[in-house]
């Protein structure tokens, strides 16, 4: 799965100054995209028709989901990393979908921060390692 991230290199000119400047909601936006497309590789193993993939799809993005999920590697996280995830938690977002609680969105955004910091700064290994973590995947 890794390997599917190498065409995704682009990131390379965001130095470290750069990424520490973005809002965490910036950083969420792109860790959003970054989650999809691991979920959607992920599922994609379950060789299913479409409307079967986006159906499942949808159960591990969902903010609930992501919540569980984000639970999962708190305790994994180094030091860096708790920081960025809890500036995306406590990010005041603009909007809340209006099937999700309040609590569960934040640290979702989180989770998102966190995948777009790590995505920035090209550790896909690392992104790769947690989303193990979450999956329960050895």
């Given amino acids: ?7 995704l290199e682009i990131a390379r000119r965001y ?7 973005l809002s965490p909601l910036a950083l969420a936006f ?6 999809e497309l691991l979920v959607r590789l992920y599922i994609l193993q379950s060789n299913k028709n479409v409307n079967t993939l986006h159906k499942n799809a949808i159960k591990y993005v969902k903010a609930q989901a992501q919540a569980r999920r984000a639970e999962r ?3 994994q996280l180094e030091e860096e990393e708790l920081k ?6 406590n990010a005041n977002p603009h909007t809340v979908p209006k099937n999700a ?15 777009g910091y790590l995505y920035l700064r090209n550790e896909g290994s690392r992104i790769i390692e947690l989303f193990k973590i979450m999956e329960d995947l050895k």
């Fill in 101 to 115: 609680k309040i609590s569960d969105y934040r640290m979702a955004t989180g989770l998102e921060a966190l995948f």
């Fill in 15 to 21: 130095d470290d100054k750069s990424i520490r400047e």
């Fill in 30 to 35: 792109v860790g959003d995209a970054v989650y």
């Fill in 1 to 7: 799965m890794e390997e599917s991230l190498k065409f």
């Fill in 73 to 75: 590697i708190i305790a």
């Fill in 84 to 89: 960025v995830f809890k500036r995306g938690r």
